[in-house]
């Protein structure tokens, strides 16, 4: 590989400090793409991700290049992206024109001369494996070494090969996501039309058919016996029993006994024979709510039920078969407990093999208002009350709270304020006194005022002037005004500019 002149040296040197800026991924690579451009004179840079599954190539970032929101895909060995992802060595056309293998599926080559571009493309590679394409054009009159040209490219690559790696699993996740989340939520007694809530609903279609054990995750009241509920109802086993047993309430000394059943005399007080939890839910489902707070015997024990589908009763020498399909829950984070030696390793994987983490509720948005809705009608028809709305101020003070009960603090706020509304609404006197303080705190702060207004407009006139000198182009507007990508979207979203506008006069890109 030849030595990098200074000028070489010089770009890859901005590649790299680009690459450990703390931007998003996307905004890292897009400025690496402009830094090929500015100090390689390598234009139309395009990097394009791997699917591990089929091989195909999608293009992810690009410079210089329009896409319109077009996806642009490649098979393995379709094109020169697709041959270089195929056989993962680089390669090189001297002459645009003349290379039948050129798809330009972009088009943005079409309105330029071919015979004066070259084009070069590489794999990423990272971990010993290819998990991108990186390529562009570079004008053929200043090409004067090929190999040269191929070596600066590989090394570039060889940079941002972490990156497109991450940026690559970020992708497959939000696929996944994407395909799990299709369609309506399960049958069920659960509100939520948040994205979160809607991945959820996802993962409960997806292992309900199964016997996998499931793991539900989430802070204390979010729910997490309506998740094992949905599960069980949507399973095979819906005609079985679902037999809950909360692990935190019942005391060391009995929990094996309520779990695993016992014979006449296995202990004192046994005046009889019981049967176990396990033992009821055959052919069912048994939901361990707490599973954390089962003592280490309990645990020993769970673990060979869940390895052998067996037990033995306290007191007994029989061994009890059990087809129950188990669904655990927790609020405490297991990888602690383990570490601290309070809960089996062991047990750990056998019970986390599919999890499912339930969001509390200030993480999820206009939820909490059609929770509130539902609660209301709820309460309302149980006491009797004509209350049938929330008005607008107990909306925000709803919206603003962080819920640190979440659902289930929400539906007993709920159920006080209808005991005390007297008409169809429910007004800041009907809540508990610490969410009305936070309500009149909150009130001083969000008064308007001619300052806010001022700094606002001002926002405005900035984020135009922006996209105006870099002619619609977010990122390198984000960049000039010393904010993300994301944060400047959300603002444009917000204030309804429309960045379109400001891509008028634009010349071919280079």
Known sequence: MSTHNYAELAALHAIARALAQPWDLRDQLEQVLQEMNVGLGMQRGMISLLDRDTGDAWLEVAHGINLDGKEITYRMGEGITGKVAETGRPMVVPNLGQEALFLDRTGARRSLNRNELSFLCVPIVYDARVVGILSADKAAGKVSDLDRELAVLTSVAELIAKAVHILGLEEENRRLRRIVSQGKAPSMDIIGHSKVMQEVFGLIRHVADSTTTVLILGET?????????AIHMNSPRSRGPLVQVNCAAIPDTLIESELFGHERGAFTGAVRQRRGRFEEAHEGTIFLDEVAELSAAAQAKLLRVLQEKQFQPLGSSK??????????????????????????NDLYYRISVFPIYLPPLRDRGNDIILLADHFVLKYAKELGKPVRRISTEVVETFLSNPWPGNVRELENCIERAILLAEGESIEMAHL????????????????????????????????????KQTRGNQTQAARMLGTTKRILQYKVKKMGIDPGQFRQGLTTPE
Do not use: W
């Open 432 to 467: 508990p006194p610490s969410l009305q303080t936070k309500s009149r705190e909150g009130t001083v702060s969000r008064k308007p005022d001619r300052l806010s207004s001022a700094v606002k407009a001002q926002e405005r006139v900035l984020i135009e002037e922006a996209l």
């Open 221 to 229: 009241g979010t729910g997490k016996e309506l998740i094992a509920r």
């Open 319 to 344: 061994i009890v078969r059990t087809n129950a399909r188990v669904i655990a829950a927790t609020n405490r984070r297991l990888e602690e407990c383990t570490a601290a030696g309070q809960f089996r």
